[in-house]
């Protein structure tokens, strides 16, 4: 009973069998006993509440933020004693900043709901007591036999039982999922394929015994024994078999497939969960903040309550009262102390986290509406998956990139080859062996040209339509105008130059595959398939030729295929692989070998076996396929082209400029990495490089390691490039992870080759882990490289052709590697001074707002009296203050946006978290409690002594007092941000005087009346008779202008002694006549509805001045179009280069 109510709350999760046992179409065996098994239904939840548990979750959550939490106990204490403000003070600035946070939540939430409802409310078909029926998508039950027809999404993970073909194959995309939007083929189990009606699928009785789910989409593990009249027929499952939830069924026009995981178990389910927190270095620093006040909120609550009890033990005045003589002098104490507690808690901004997460949601719009980030050719614009890192934009010192498909198009192009140790050039459809002069005509081929090319157009996982099959096997078609579908873009590069040369792959007919060989048409018997894995790196297919002879032929790396040829001309093509990859050529290696009937024959016993295994299936699978795939005839070596992407040499030494340090992560093989690398100028010629290669053991390693640290030392100027394979990585932090470190860090390039998903991540989780904590940024387009988007600080996705997998873990997304340096030089720039000012604003603000409180303890004896009215007190911060420094956080540009791009050394000068450095942040704490004693003695001595200051002659009191303070204070914190800001628009303006404007309109309307609301009305007509005193005026006008006239001076100062580059470009910009600053967004003429919108917000920001520029953004504008992004590249690092901005 225990147990069963530990496992109902969760502390013990109940026993789960590793495997599951599922009865197709739920027929349970009449009369053999079984254990039925529980199973979840359908139904898909991604939303986080529920209506129930809304409230106290999310109240839950937003309490365990540390300044929501002081403020809920500050409240607590101000309800519990007599404090000398109202609760109200604290509570209604706290319910503000709740409510405004549970209402963003709750509408994020509630848009996952109607997603959940959408997909779970969908109809699907289902066989059930022999009939189809309709139900809808969340009541699936495991086991259910489901139809699915052409172009429909599958509801749930399925195994595939039949299909309308004969063969019972069919074709899925699965670019929801892994975004490869190539066409893949599912295969049915052959002795139920031929099951194709709802009467005769009623009739299987099947048993399916597979792995629990998990979340790996291209791992499944299982068998299906099929009860037939007389015997059980055990036959494999795989992933071949498996249809998951949310691909899509292409080119078929049905199929069935029984139900094996559901609702939360299917594999995309599983990939759900969430991402590990990443929090920005601001984010960090301004915790960091927030503990440094409450210290000196505890400090200043501890020195008043000292000083009273100091003053009442000295007084002959204060005699204490009988109820205060029987009191515990330790809970008056503390109670005092609570009092003050209460009395300064306005020290710590709560409205800072709000103000911040608006800036940050709004903020991330003008990447998205960034015309500069948008693909034409794609139609794709940037994407922001988080807003909470774009601030981290602007502090990147490590860039880490992939190569294929992100520094590279990803767009595969057949150039050379080499067959039985001849190499040979492709052009046009044809081959021209090397040193070959003149145009060939009629060309011929020998023998070992056409096995080759037989090779990669039977060893691949291409395959064409239904329609075009058809055609194909019934007319006279044109070969050549079949379009191929594959999952990897190398197959079809190989497939189509192979058809150009005259060996044309015509598709399958059932269990053949028919080939087109120079106008002849030959069918050949697809007896298995070896299916490529990352481990082997190579697959294989075994095939019976025309003439009854069994041959498998093998496609892979060169470290997979070249170690086990036995024949051929090896030592030639180990040379040409190398020649193919210092060309900057993707190589493959092609190989065959012949086998006997007995030899096919034990194979095939041999993988039955081990692919109807349970256990470690993909062990036993791969150790199987080693087994056969050896004493290869090395047949040829293809040469693939993936060019470069436009503008990668100028991105990555843009990115050089501005410090930042790139890295390349790859897969390939070292040859063909330092290629791209020399052409994209991450290498360069006069860079002296270092290899870490081919380490067999981690003593050769640390060997080598100290040899490449004696060689930095001792050419210390000069530049070094380090290479790194995967295997050598692997020896090196194992023991030896700094030094390997400490020479990555004096290379100026670094290049990993061969790398496995994984060591990506650990590299990028060493480079996090040193000392300086860096920032780093890690960039790639496909699943491999999904590890390191997530470990890395910032994660940024490339819309690319590998899928969109590596998007969808991402922070942003881009479709070019060249965007990225708008991203960084501009929006990075941008945020990270916005917000690292407005947090640095909001101490000062609250610093200049409370210290008068203090100070003016010291003159109504510590008695806890205010200085403020309550309703000031909670209007400060989240009514008079808080649009200025929200809309200069949104459109403020310290400098222009163009100058930004083209100039990275911008860029570096606020690297580091300069601009919100601890230096910064006591300049700016300094500077508040300066202006705060003058406002507090710049009034007091306006008071002075027994002088009528109110315009009907009355002397000051104590709320005229406070409110003389809070005035000068209010104005004097509104125009120092207005100091602050270099880039005003109309929308400024407006928040920033009608701020001042709303002020003294509320003040005067608040105590104007005896409103009924109030207990008791403290300031009636104090504002208005201050006001209507000269001397209050001119008193207030001295005051602000003593406070910020020596910030103006020191700015003035050190802006023409000693100028920042920021403040150089700024001036410089001004000089050269830049009148209409332009948008960072800018806005093309394809928009959708909210273009209005956008047009509106760019008038109100003030971008342009229509009476001053005649200027509208078009397709021809030269700086608004996508070829814009041209760097003019200058270091600024003196008036010399300055001068050329």
Request: glycine residues 6%; aromatic residues 10%; hydrophobic residues 40%.
């Amino acid at each position: 009973m225990i147990r069963w109510i530990r496992e109902q709350l969760g502390f013990d999760p109940p026993h789960q069998s590793p495997t599951r046992t599922i009865y197709v179409s739920n027929h349970f065996p009449e009369h053999s006993p079984f254990v039925r098994q529980t199973f979840p239904d359908n139904r898909i939840i991604s939303s986080k509440y529920t209506l129930w548990n809304f409230i106290p979750k999310n109240l839950f959550e937003q309490f365990r933020r540390i300044a929501n939490f002081y403020f809920l106990v500050i409240f607590l204490v101000q309800l519990m004693i007599d404090t000398p403000t109202s609760p109200f003070t604290s509570g209604l600035p706290l319910f503000f900043v709740i409510t405004v946070t549970a209402i963003k939540q709750g509408y994020e939430d509630l848009l996952r709901h109607k997603a959940d409802n959408e997909v779970n409310n969908t109809p699907v078909y289902v066989i059930r007591s022999g009939r189809l029926v309709q139900t809808r998508s969340q009541n699936i039950r495991v086991g259910d036999i489901v139809k699915i027809e052409n172009d429909q999404t599958f509801p749930t993970d399925l195994v595939l039982l039949s299909t309308d073909r004969a063969n019972g194959t069919c074709y899925v995309t699965t670019a929801s999922l892994d975004g490869e939007t190539n066409l893949k083929t599912h295969h049915a189990v052959p002795e139920i394929a031929k099951l194709q009606t709802v009467p005769q699928l009623d009739t299987l009785r099947a048993v399916i015994t597979c792995h629990q789910p998990e979340p790996d989409l291209y791992r499944f593990v299982g068998q299906i024994a099929i009860n037939s009249p007389g015997e059980e027929i055990v036959r494999p499952l795989g992933p071949e078999n498996l249809l998951l939830k949310g691909a899509s069924l292409k080119n078929t026009n049905q199929v069935f497939g029984v139900a094996v995981y559901t609702g939360m178990d299917a594999k995309i389910a599983l990939n759900y969960k969430s991402k590990s927190q990443k929090r920005s270095s601001v984010e960090k620093s301004m915790n960091t903040f927030l503990i440094v006040f409450l210290e000196i909120l505890v400090v200043e609550a501890v020195i008043s309550t000292i000083l009273k009890y100091s003053w009442l033990r000295e007084s002959p005045y204060n005699e204490r009262t009988a109820q205060e003589k029987n009191s515990s002098r330790i809970l008056t104490g503390i109670s005092d102390f609570l009092a003050f507690m209460v009395l300064y808690n306005y020290i710590i901004p709560i409205s800072l986290y709000v103000t911040v997460e608006m800036q940050k949601f709004l903020g991330s719009f003008f990447i998205v509406w960034d015309r500069d980030l948008y693909h034409e050719a794609s139609n794709q614009r940037a994407q922001v998956n988080t807003s909470d890192l774009n601030e981290e934009l602007g502090q990147v010192e490590y860039l880490l990139t992939d190569k294929t498909g992100t520094l590279t198009e990803n767009e595969m192009k057949f150039r050379e080859c080499s067959i039985n140790g001849i190499k040979y050039k492709y052009t046009n459809g044809t081959l021209i062996p090397e040193g070959a002069t003149g145009e060939i005509n009629g060309q011929t081929f020998t023998n070992e040209e056409v096995m080759f090319l037989k090779a990669i157009s039977l060893c691949h996982t291409v395959h064409i339509s239904d329609l075009e099959e058809t055609i194909l096997r019934h007319a006279a078609a044109d070969v050549s105008k079949v379009q191929y579908y594959a999952a990897s873009p190398d197959e079809i590069a190989l497939v189509e130059a192979a058809r150009r040369i005259g060996v044309t792959f015509a598709g399958s007919d059932g269990h053949n595959v028919i080939l087109n060989i120079f106008g002849k048409t030959e069918r050949y018997k697809l007896l298995d398939v070896l299916e490529f894995d990352a481990d082997r790196r190579r697959m294989s297919v075994i095939v019976e030729m025309p003439k009854e002879k069994m041959i498998m032929f093998t496609k892979g790396a060169e470290s997979s295929i070249i170690p086990l040829a036995r024949s051929g001309a090896v030592t030639e093509m180990s040379a040409h692989v190398d020649e193919l990859a210092m060309k900057g050529l993707r190589t493959l290696c092609i190989a065959c070998k012949y086998l006997s009937k007995e030899e096919y024959e034990e194979i095939k016993s041999q993988l039955v076996e081990a692919r109807t295994s349970l256990h470690q299936r993909e062990q036993v699978v791969a150790d199987v396929f080693n087994i056969i795939e050896k004493d290869l005839h090395l047949l040829g070596i293809s040469g693939i082209e993936d060019k470069l992407q436009d503008k990668v040499p100028e991105t990555i030494e843009a990115l050089k400029l501005a410090g930042i340090k790139v890295w390349v992560l790859t897969g390939d093989k070292q040859e063909t990495a330092i290629s791209v690398c020399l052409s994209s100028g991450h290498f360069h010629k006069s860079m002296n490089i270092l290899e870490l290669t081919n380490q067999k053991s981690e003593g050769e390693c640390a060997l080598q390691l100290h040899s490449l640290s004696v060689r930095i030392k001792r050419d210390h100027v000069a530049q070094h490039g380090l290479v790194v394979d995967g295997t050598s990585l692997s020896h090196a932090l194992r023991k030896h992870e700094g030094l390997f470190m400490e020479i990555s860090k004096n290379c100026t390039a670094v290049l990993c080759c061969r790398m496995a998903p994984l060591q990506k991540a650990k590299v990028v989780r060493l480079l996090k882990l040193l000392p300086n904590k860096p920032i780093t940024l890690a960039i790639g387009d496909g699943a491999n490289d999904v590890s390191m988007i997530l470990e890395a600080n910032i994660g940024i996705g490339i819309m690319g052709k590998e899928g969109r997998q590596a998007v969808r873990n991402s922070d942003y997304a881009i479709a070019r590697f060249c965007f990225i340096t708008k991203l960084l030089f501009v929006h990075g720039h941008l945020y990270y001074v916005r917000i690292a000012q407005l947090v640095q604003y909001f101490f000062y603000k609250n610093v200049c707002f409370i210290t008068p409180q203090f100070i003016y303890q010291f003159f109504c004896m510590f008695s806890q009296q205010t200085l403020y009215d309550g309703a000031f007190l909670t209007l400060y911060n989240i009514c008079f203050t808080s649009l200025p420094i929200l809309m200069y956080s949104l459109f403020e540009q310290d400098v222009h946006p163009r100058t930004l791009h083209s100039k990275p050394a911008l860029y570096k000068e606020i690297s580091k978290n300069e601009v919100l450095s601890l230096k910064r942040f006591l300049y700016w704490t300094l500077l508040g409690f300066c202006h705060a004693f003058i406002f507090f003695f710049g009034a007091y001595l306006l008071r002075g002594e027994n002088t009528p200051m109110m315009g009907n002659g009355q002397m000051f009191g104590n709320w005229t007092f406070g409110f003389l303070v809070f005035t000068v204070m209010f104005i004097t914190v509104t125009l120092k941000l207005g100091i602050e800001t270099y880039y005003w628009t109309w929308i400024n303006h407006f928040v920033m005087w009608g701020s001042i404007i709303f002020y003294f309109v509320f003040a005067l309307v608040y105590g104007a009346a005896l409103w009924p609301f109030l207990e008791l009305q403290s300031v009636y007509a104090v504002f208005s008779h201050l006001l209507s005193s000269a001397q209050v005026w001119l008193g207030i006008i001295v005051i602000v202008v003593g406070c910020l006239f020596p910030d103006i001076l020191r700015k003035v100062f050190w802006r023409h002694s000693r100028p920042t580059l920021a403040q150089r470009s700024q001036f410089l910009e001004t000089s050269n006549g830049i009148t209409c600053l332009e948008s960072i967004c800018c806005y093309s003429s394809r928009e959708t509805g909210c273009s209005p919108f956008r047009r509106v917000l760019e008038q109100i920001m003030g971008r342009c001045n229509l009476l001053r520029v005649n200027r509208s953004w078009s397709d021809s504008d030269p700086y608004c179009t996508n070829d814009r992004a041209i760097l003019t590249l200058s270091s600024m690092d003196g008036p010399t280069h300055a001068s050329r901005i």
